[in-house]
């Protein structure tokens, strides 16, 4: 049996996007879980986070860290970019390395984009991520300083590939269902949450979708899908045209006997609402009848926003409001290092304050938090409340006197000082910690 240890912390406030922000609060932590959030009237306490703002440690929904070690976004120059022309980058540069390099070396630069990307959200206070990952992401650095929940990529536009990736999708979560029941919750592993991700409408076959869909529903866990992200891609649907098809044909990935034409994002939501749980990823060209349907289903179904990476390719205004508005359930994620400068999800989130500021900030924080949570299918994280793992964040700054409690969201002069994971209290200034059986 391992020791549940209990500690208490003071901290000056308490914001969670559900109350009112409350003053001068105890939290009571007890192995992993929190067991008391209460109002703090004097009394002992083991650590002191003096007039700093605790919030729930941040979701991030939507990421590829295998990108993690990029230094700058593929096909860097002026926004906005195409996104045909950035994907047409993208892929020849993954086949000149496939040319050039050893699978090992291969698969080598992509664990320490993980371990990097991992490390890099931790310090912006996320303790959870929704991580879109090739078939051999490194389960090693499940053990890392975030919780991660693996959506594995399936990519295949021709119906012969549809078999061999069901296969491997099922086999994908039956590995994270054996490593959970083997490790009785004792080890890190216990966190091995997994989901699917059909990739795209242009490179999924509708067998695979309907599939992935089956099995999402067959083994609870959720689907992540990117959907409606350019007006190629609506253009690529609708007429087997345009500069998206123009770019899968120079790889020799598309494949027109695939697909009808004539098709819509909205044909993909009717699809996908088959699945346990939905996160519609981008959804920048999504309808207003398309928010109703989200907004309908919102228990199942949410739509990630990736903030600096839609403004790199989209020249418009995200509408963001007008879906907060119809009722749909938007979460946030950072999207890799592949379409946005770092993985830093406190800037994402002082992106979006800044720009949208009739979007409420508890709005904006339950977005980063207990929506998120809720899109991703988890149901003891992303609150502050009795019962719930004990992932948090204490934000703080060295100004000193009275301050709003929401200024964080402004000003840079806070930072995440310490993150809380499952219990386990991390300061964001140590040096780099990588976990076990990873590069260093
Ligand atoms: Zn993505």
Redesign the pocket.
């Known amino acids: 049996m391992s020791e549940r240890r209990l500690w208490t912390a003071r901290a000056g406030w308490l914001l969670d996007g559900l109350a009112p922000p409350r003053r001068n609060v105890r939290l009571v932590v007890e192995g992993t879980r929190l067991v008391a959030v209460e109002p703090f009237d004097g009394g002992q306490f083991d650590l002191d986070f003096g007039d700093g703002v605790v919030v729930p440690g941040f979701v991030n929904a939507?990421?590829?860290l295998e990108f993690g070690a990029l230094t700058e976004p593929t096909s860097p120059r002026d926004t906005p970019v195409p996104f045909a022309e950035w994907l047409r980058e993208l892929i020849a540069a993954r086949r000149a390395a496939a040319l050039e390099r050893s699978p090992e070396s291969l698969r080598d630069e992509r664990r320490t984009g993980v371990v990097l990307g991992l490390d890099e959200l931790s310090r912006s206070g996320v303790t959870m991520v929704g991580e879109?990952a090739r078939p051999d992401w490194p389960e090693a650095t499940l053990a890392g300083p975030v919780d991660t929940l693996v959506f594995l990529e399936l990519l295949g536009l021709s119906r012969a590939r549809v078999e061999p990736l069901l296969a491997m999708a099922k086999a994908h979560l039956n590995r994270a269902a054996v490593a959970n029941e083997a490790s009785g919750g004792a080890v890190p592993f216990a966190d091995w949450q997994a989901g699917l991700s059909p990739h795209a409408p242009y490179t999924v076959h509708p067998d695979l979708l309907a599939g992935a869909c089956r099995l999402s529903l067959e083994h609870q866990v959720p689907i992540a899908m990117?959907l409606a992200e350019s007006w190629d891609e609506l253009e690529l649907l609708r007429s087997h045209s345009g500069a998206l098809v123009e770019t899968l044909r120079e790889f020799d990935a598309w494949d027109p006997s695939a697909l009808p034409r004539g098709l819509t994002p909205s044909d993909y939501l009717q699809a996908l609402a088959k699945a346990w749980k939905t996160l519609v990823?981008?959804g920048n060209f999504l309808s207003s009848a398309d928010y109703g349907r989200l907004a309908e289903d919102r228990e199942r179904m949410s739509v990630v926003y990736?903030p600096r990476?839609h403004s790199r390719f989209v020249p418009t205004r995200y509408p963001l409001a007008e879906m907060l508005a119809a009722g749909v359930r938007v979460v946030l994620?950072t999207?890799?290092r592949a379409?946005n400068p770092d993985l830093d999800f406190l800037a994402e989130l002082r992106w979006v304050a800044s720009r949208y500021p009739e979007v409420d900030r508890a709005t904006l924080l339950r977005m980063a938090t207990t929506d998120a949570a809720i899109a991703l299918g988890l149901t003891n994280r992303g609150a502050l409340i009795a019962g719930q793992r004990a992932d948090f964040v204490v934000l703080q700054s060295d100004a000193g006197g009275d301050h709003n409690p929401w200024e964080w969201l402004e000003s840079v002069a806070w930072i995440p000082a310490s993150v809380c994971l499952g219990g386990v209290l991390r300061s964001t200034t140590e040096k780099k910690q990588l976990p076990a059986g990873c590069p260093g």
């Open positions: 939507h990421t590829h879109i990117h990823v981008h990736c990476t994620g999207d890799s379409t």
